[in-house]
């Protein structure tokens, strides 16, 4: 794993309206090792305020990884994939579709609106877990990501 | 003398009326003169005899027998005295039945005296009249002696008074047979005699005509009858009447009231009396009449006659001429007079009209004339100087002289003109009517029944293939050409004409030359002569074979055509269809029998006018009908429709209508033709039908929809719950993971039984949704190869296989049509539920085979396994249904209920055999795949 990553704390904003399964999140991301700052908003509406720093998140970050549920309330998922696509400051910023719906439609959907990846929620703890270590070390210690570095400079 | 007929002879001299009377009664005079004169020598022979001794005189003996004879008797007896001498009276008597001689052979056989007795005696020169007297002579003591006597022959006399007697009788009977009367008056003018035939001409007087009767008392009695009065001076004429009569000299005709016409003709007798004829000239007045009549029609028929009529006597002089003449001969108008001679007229006339002729001239024309009238005949026709023509013609009468009569034929002349031109277009019109024959196969034939002449038109040769150049055949040639079975029919129809009877127009067959046969048609008729009597047969003969034909031809197609109305009756019937035919001009209407019992109506009553039809139409359906009228008037063919209809009985019945309408070039309707058929039991059966399948549709959607709700049901229930029962295992799990070697035994075993139930939870849930999925995933049915589909199954079980050390046998597999993904989890679960329920320490065997059944395909998959108790049979396709522990045989228990569901899905059928302890039988069908038109086998 590169030093210059794990010296600063990956920023991650998860958009998921069931608490449990954002604690699920949180609780996985914990036993991970890569340094993380998970940011948790429960609807489209404030996930787009939060990457926009509008409102209360005007001295948000600029997120390192997106994981996005698709059915919210308020803005539902694709929407709020849509706009960030569109928008040239947030397109850049990888979006993990991270839902439990396994229907072809949304996963169809999903991509066309230039989602990176979509997965599927495991039924067992397990397996959720295993899945979001993998999302980690994928997106986080894999892959090259572009510099989020202006906003914190 | 009798004194009847001296009177007759006496009345004879004076009697010069009617001729026939008048000969007979010269006659009669003549008759009676000669018998006078035979008189007159009888009595000189009588006179002569007396002197000569013609008489003798004789004596009997008491015997009768002749003793003596005295005279000369040889002469007279023509046998000498001697030999009589001895001879008995009576043999000498002739012997006849004449009353008279056996009055005289009485006489003397009684001895007594007679005198002047006439008998008839035997002699040798025949029978003798012998006149005689007889004196008896007796003795003293009166004893007959015998006879003395004299006797004379009077033969001569007796014959003399015979034939005058004769004479009379045939005068008097003459006399009595003329018709006329006779009567005949003394100089006293009293009756003396008149014959029978008197009573007719005094019908009233007739007790009075007996002799002795005056004249005058007979005509007062019979005056009466007269049709002449006598006035009321009766007695005057009486005296002059009697006066007329007693001249002796009167001629009268008189009348009398019955209508009788008598000629009265009186003449006096050399006796001085009256001898009157009378005579019935009532005919002879009558005929006298009639030729007046008969003269002044023939007067006022020559006066009409348009003609003029001259008749000349036999001196060619004018005897009678008609006012008529004059206008002929204006010129010679005063000569038109009786007594005229035709030369002098002629002569006058010519001279008269052409006044600057010589006398050559004349003479000839004259001669001329006079030629021509005497060979009389048709004088050519003249013109008269005012340009009349004229035409005579003269006749020689019976008596010698001329009739000539003149009339005007100048319209004659025009009508000649005329004619010529009618002649020339007549004989236009016979060409054009020899064409006309030919063109209509039609020949004229002309038949005088009087002279058996035959006349035909050029048609009729060709018609009876005859050579034109030869005469036409006689009656009895032309029977036969007749068709010997249509013979007799001609026959008649001739012999019909010749009595002068009329006859039918005839069609019979003739036979050509060649043997061809062809059918005529023949219209005659008859014509009669002045006489009435059948003159001519006329008539028209008509090649008619091709007409024949093609009217057999038609008749053949007519039978077809009511033959095939007949079925069509019948099968309309059966069909309960009927058709009409209406003419849209006229509202007349033809219904099929059939169309009649549809509406239930009788045919001889009912008249199917567009009325009385719609009385029959359901009220409520009459706006329908009326349009479909209303459509047809705008010109458009209307579509098939339906009406109820009210039968008289009351009944409703469902009429389905369809017609088709034929219009003319301006588009309006002519006629329509249609068909009806009572659809009431099809409608009513429709609409139970329809009510039916309403129903069944009706609770297929609810079956559809109620299985979708569950479908639906089972895809939420099995989504939307997996997502707390996922909180609750991954926090459980959680719980577990942080917690474990933190909490006690309890505590820990508690949340095993909470991770356990959420995770068996996870898997009936995701049962759920797979059992819920089937038929939704996996697309549309395709053949496929189920062997493929069976070795895939085997691939997923690999693990299972291998562990259980199952031996698996696939036998040939068909192609059947399926939902791949669907039957791999069929057979999936059918042989993972065989390896899964195996006998403990028994290897599982497995087969796997397919065998034909009709359009499917019967798979058996049949194992060596548990089996199942029969009572399960049914419940172990219910979902989550297991029938042993959980620890023994895990899983949910819904592997059979998908793979009915799949079954089911594909239209199979699948059902268990089972043995428990020795194995089952599971059997399921699926629909055969069809590969080039043909199933695998």
């Avoid at chain 2, 023509?389 to 005007?408: F, L, N, P, S, Y």
Wanted: charge should be negative; aromatic fraction near 6%.
């Amino acid at each position: 794993m590169p030093e210059t990553l794990s010296s600063h704390p990956i920023e991650i904003l998860l958009v998921e309206d069931n608490l449990g399964d954002a604690r699920l999140t949180q609780e996985a991301l914990r036993e991970g090792k890569i340094r993380n700052n998970l940011h948790h908003v429960r609807d489209g509406v404030e996930a787009l305020a939060f990457l926009r720093r509008e409102g209360e998140y005007a001295k948000a970050p600029t997120p390192d990884l997106v994981l996005l549920d698709l059915n919210l309330p308020r803005k539902d998922g694709r929407e709020v994939l849509a706009e960030m696509k569109q928008d040239a400051h947030l397109r850049t910023i990888p979006v993990v579709v991270l839902t439990t719906s396994e229907a072809e439609n949304d996963i169809v959907r999903s991509y066309e609106l230039h989602a990176n990846c979509y997965i599927t929620k495991p039924v067992g703890l397990e397996q959720f877990i295993a899945i979001v270590r993998e999302i980690e070390s994928f997106w986080l210690a894999v892959v090259t990501l572009p510099n989020r570095n202006e906003h914190a400079a | 003398m009798p004194a009847a007929q001296k009177q007759i002879s006496r009345a004879d001299d004076s009697v010069a009326g009617s001729n026939d009377l008048a000969a007979r009664l010269a006659t009669a005079e003549a008759c009676i003169a000669a018998t006078e004169a035979r008189l007159a020598d009888a009595e000189e022979v009588l006179r002569d005899a007396l002197q000569s001794s013609l008489s003798w005189l004789w004596e009997s003996n008491e015997h009768l027998c002749f003793t003596r004879l005295v005279g000369p008797v040889e002469q007279i007896l023509g046998m000498p005295a001697e030999s009589v001498i001895g001879k008995s009276i009576e043999e000498f008597t002739h012997a006849s039945g004449d009353p008279q001689i056996q009055t005289f052979l009485a006489t003397i056989r009684a001895h007594k005296p007679y005198r002047d007795v006439i008998t008839s005696i035997t002699a040798r020169k025949g029978v003798r009249w012998v006149k005689s007297s007889g004196k008896p002579l007796f003795d003293a003591e009166g004893k007959f002696l015998g006879y003395r006597g004299i006797a004379s022959d009077v033969t001569a006399q007796i014959d003399t008074e015979r034939r005058a007697a004769e004479a009379h009788r045939r005068f008097m009977e003459a006399i009595e047979t003329v018709p006329a009367s006779l009567m005949l008056c003394d100089r006293d003018d009293r009756i003396v005699f008149c014959n029978s035939a008197t009573q007719r001409y005094f019908p009233t007087a007739s007790h009075l005509l007996v002799p002795g009767t005056k004249y005058e008392d007979l005509l007062r009695e019979h005056a009466a009858t007269y049709v002449e009065g006598t006035g009321d001076n009766f007695e005057s004429w009486i005296a002059e009447r009697m006066k007329t009569h007693r001249s002796g000299n009167s001629n009268l005709i008189r009348t009398y009231k019955d209508g009788r016409w008598t000629q009265i003709i009186e003449r006096r007798t050399s006796e001085g009396g009256i001898i009157g004829v009378r005579i019935d000239i009532t005919e002879l007045k009558k005929h006298e009449k009639e030729h007046e009549a008969a003269q002044a029609r023939l007067k006022d028929a020559i006066e009409t006659m348009p003609a003029s009529f001259i008749l000349y006597d036999h001196e060619e002089k004018i005897l009678i001429r008609n006012n008529q003449a004059e206008k002929f001969f204006p010129e010679v108008a005063e000569l038109l007079v009786p007594g005229t001679k035709i030369e002098d007229l002629s002569r006058t006339r010519y001279r008269r009209l052409h006044p600057h002729a010589s006398e050559a001239e004349i003479e000839r024309a004259v001669q001329k004339r006079l030629r021509q009238f005497r060979n009389p005949g048709v004088v050519p026709p003249d013109q008269l100087p005012d340009g009349r023509w004229t035409q005579a013609i003269e006749r020689r009468t019976a008596d010698g002289g001329t009739v000539c009569v003149r009339i005007d034929i100048t319209e004659l002349k025009q009508r000649e003109h005329e004619l010529e031109a009618m002649s020339e277009t007549l004989r236009k019109s016979q060409e054009h009517l020899a064409q006309a024959q030919h063109t209509s196969s039609t020949g004229s034939m002309e038949r005088n029944l009087q002279t058996g002449e035959v006349r035909w038109s050029e048609e009729c040769y060709r018609i009876f293939g005859r050579d034109p150049n030869q005469a036409p055949p006689n009656r009895d040639e032309f029977l036969l050409l007749v068709h010997p079975e249509d013979r007799a029919k001609y026959e008649a129809s001739m012999v019909a004409s010749e009595r002068g009877l009329p006859s039918e127009p005839l069609k019979f067959r003739i036979v050509l030359d060649d043997g061809a046969v062809r059918w005529c048609h023949c219209e005659t008729s008859v014509v009669l002569d002045a006489d009435g009597k059948p003159w001519k047969r006329i008539g028209t003969y008509r090649d008619i074979t091709i007409e024949h034909e093609a009217q057999e031809a038609l008749r053949a197609m007519t039978d077809k055509l009511r033959r095939s109305q007949e079925y069509l009756s019948q099968a309309q019937r059966l069909a309960r269809m009927g058709s009409d035919f209406r003419d849209l001009h006229s509202d007349v209407a033809e219904w099929s029998d059939a169309s009649y019992e549809i509406f239930g109506v009788d045919k001889a009553t009912f008249v199917p006018t567009t009325e009385n039809f719609l009385k029959l139409v359901h009220p409520e359906d009459h706006a329908v009908v009326l349009r479909t009228r209303g459509e047809i008037a705008q010109g458009k063919n209307p579509e098939p429709f339906e009406y109820r209809i009210t039968r008289p009985d009351g009944t409703i019945r469902n009429i389905a209508r369809e017609c088709a309408v034929e219009f003319d070039d301006n588009g309006k309707p002519l006629y329509m033709i249609g068909t009806v058929r009572d659809v009431t039991e099809k409608r009513a059966q429709e609409r139970e039908l329809r009510r039916k399948s309403q129903e069944i549709e009706e609770r297929n959607e609810e079956l559809q929809r109620s299985n979708a709700e569950l479908e639906q049901f089972a895809y939420v229930a099995s989504h939307d719950l997996q997502e707390p029962l996922r909180m609750v295992a991954s926090y459980c799990q959680l719980l577990q993971r942080r917690y474990k070697d933190k909490l006690d035994t309890d505590a820990n075993e508690f949340i095993d039984f909470a991770v356990e139930g959420a995770s068996r939870m996870q898997r009936l849930i995701n049962d759920l949704l797979a059992y819920s999925r089937v038929g939704r995933k996996g697309g549309d049915p395709v053949p496929l190869a189920f062997g493929e589909v069976v070795k895939a199954a085997l691939d997923n079980l690999k693990g299972a296989i291998t562990e259980s050390g199952a031996k698996v046998t696939v036998g040939t597999l068909p192609s059947v049509v399926g939902v791949r993904m669907q039957l791999t989890q069929l057979m999936q679960n059918l042989i993972g539920n065989a390896i899964k329920f195996r006998r403990d320490g028994v290897t599982p065997a497995i087969s796997v085979t397919a065998s034909r059944d009709g359009a499917m395909w019967h798979i058996v998959v049949e194992d060596n396994g548990v089996g199942i108790e029969p009572q399960y049979l049914e419940r172990v396709f219910l979902i989550f249904q297991r029938l042993h522990e959980r620890n023994k045989y895990p899983g949910t228990g819904i592997g059979l209920a998908i793979a009915k569901k799949v079954i089911e899905y594909h239209g199979g059928r699948i059902w268990i055999e089972s043995k428990p302890g020795q194995g089952s039988r599971f059997n399921f069908t699926l629909p055969a795949a069809i590969q080039n038109g043909v199933s695998n086998a």
